[in-house]
């Protein structure tokens, strides 16, 4: 045992002869050091142990750990963390398996295993130390969340937590706290899905407006554009300055003028946000009916936003005969053009059908197999995840 003792003993001393060699540490406190060292490796290298043992000795290497830590921004040395802090790591990860593997039933102490990792050790390590966890604990859903949580959240691995959560319903098929969690993670990666989606479209309008932007500049110095794309490229802001002068003089008539012939002026993509203000425009001053007047003059002149049907959605809702027909109608309208991509579409008007006091919830089966037929991958994915949490009384 002596001889054991003696060796673990050598292989710190490069570390501590580091400590020492760049200040951190004095003679007087390496040699501390390893006298307590020593008297913490013969009690867990003695034939018979105790688990206190091997708590001490991890406590010791933290408390060291941080002393380091707090030594190194005091005087702002940075260098040489692999001979020093993850050798000490390596070191109670060692000690940390050997207490895990002898009191294997001790949860609280695979719990301390994982808060070290997470503090000290690299995200794969701490993978390793789960699925050891796992192995021994899968009757405890809780470890079985915590983990799932950790690679969702912090390894930012959905793939691996979704695996986790389905070996754990395999384990613990009726537990409803799974589920819910389950269900949580689903969202979460749908919403985090979405948001890359409309970053990545953002970023790509963004680059397409700046080349666009920038043909017209190369293109304006060099005297190649014509008259009539000087005219397209300020088009829309002055028809749009146009109709707010106008309503803003009290013309009702004059507005719409402005805004029927803005319509034949400025097509593709950027009519879709003339089309948005004229609908706005048309329920400020004539209300509902106006509103929709222009919706059904509009209908079928592409391209629109989800937007200018939700807007038609909301004016319809705030009526105080609010009528379900026109409701149904809208959503019918905008799933044409919107449903084989927005799974929020489809949820909406389901809630509309359970939720509204003329709605009919026995459509509802009907509108989430039509969704389950138009909706595309990842849209289907969130349209299934958001609909099993709205079942369960969580969305």
């Known amino acids: 045992m002596a001889e054991i003792i003696q060796e673990r003993i050598e292989d710190r001393l490069p ?27 013969y009690k867990i290298q003695r034939r ?93 859903p809780a470890l079985w969340i915590m983990a799932a949580k950790w690679e969702m959240e912090d390894r930012l691995s959905s793939e691996s937590a979704r695996q986790l959560f389905l070996r754990a319903l395999r384990f613990h098929p009726e537990c409803p706290k799974l589920y819910k969690e389950y269900f949580r993670m689903e969202l979460m990666h749908a919403e985090k899905l979405r948001k890359e989606k409309e970053e990545f479209e953002k970023a790509s309008m963004d680059v397409r407006l700046e080349r666009t932007m920038t043909v017209f500049r190369k293109a304006h110095e060099l005297k190649l554009l014509s008259e009539c794309q000087y005219k397209q490229l300020v088009c829309l802001p002055l028809w749009i300055s146009w109709a707010e002068w106008s309503e803003g003089a009290k013309s009702q008539e004059d507005t719409e003028a402005v805004f029927k012939k803005a319509l034949l002026a400025v097509i593709g993509a950027d009519s879709v946000t003339l089309k948005n203000k004229y609908l706005d425009w048309a329920y400020r001053s004539g209300g509902y009916k106006k509103a929709r007047a222009v919706f059904k003059s509009l209908q079928e002149s592409r391209p629109f936003s989800v937007d200018f049907f939700r807007k038609m959605i909301q004016f319809e809702k705030e009526q105080e005969s609010c009528n379900m027909a026109n409701i149904r109608e809208y959503y019918e309208r905008a799933l044409r053009e919107f449903g084989s991509a927005d799974s ?24 989430y197999w039509r969704a389950m037929k138009m909706l595309q991958g990842e849209s289907a994915e969130a349209f299934v995840a958001k609909h099993a949490m709205h079942q369960t009384g969580h969305l």
Request: charged content about 30%.
């Open 15 to 41: 570390e501590l002869e580091q400590l020492e060699r760049i200040g951190l540490f004095s003679h007087a406190e390496i040699k501390a050091i390893i006298k307590k060292a020593s008297d913490l490796e």
């Open 48 to 140: 018979t142990l105790f688990k206190e043992d091997f708590i001490n000795y991890v406590q010791y290497e933290i408390n060291l750990l941080e002393l380091i830590q707090r030594r190194r921004t005091r005087i702002g040395y940075s260098f040489k963390k692999d001979e020093i802090e993850n050798s000490i790591v390596h070191r109670v990860q060692g000690v940390f398996q050997r207490a895990s593997a002898k009191w294997k039933d001790d949860v609280q102490l695979w719990l301390s295993y994982v808060a070290f990792c997470k503090k000290w050790a690299t995200k794969t390590q701490l993978s390793k130390v789960f699925s050891a966890m796992l192995a021994i604990h899968s009757n405890k």
């Open 344 to 367: 929020d579409l489809w949820m909406d008007y389901m809630k509309e059908e359970l939720n509204h006091p003329l709605g009919r919830p026995e459509n509802c089966g009907q509108i």
